[in-house]
């Protein structure tokens, strides 16, 4: 995605994407999931980041829940 002419970062395009109506999701060893409490303030903050998630994962296994995120890099 591009701003201005120039390539986004991963933050910038994250929350490019969720601002035009797209979901924020967690990917992780390839498997993409989508985060039920899509409001969240720490999934705007966190969002383009590798890091750390805790929370529940629910029964349909393609739905989390988010507790807290922790950026590990």
Do not use: W
Not at 16 to 25: E, P, Q, S
Not at 44 to 58: C, D, P, S, W
């Amino acid at each position: 995605m591009t701003k201005g002419g120039k390539k986004m970062g991963p933050l910038e395009c994250a929350i490019a994407c969720v601002r035009a109506g797209r979901k924020y999701v967690l990917v992780s060893n390839g498997r993409v999931f989508q985060s039920a409490n899509q409001g969240l303030p720490d999934l705007e903050k966190q969002a383009g980041h590798k890091g750390r998630i805790t929370g529940k994962l629910a029964s349909d296994n393609k739905t989390i829940t988010v507790a807290k995120i922790q950026i590990t890099q």
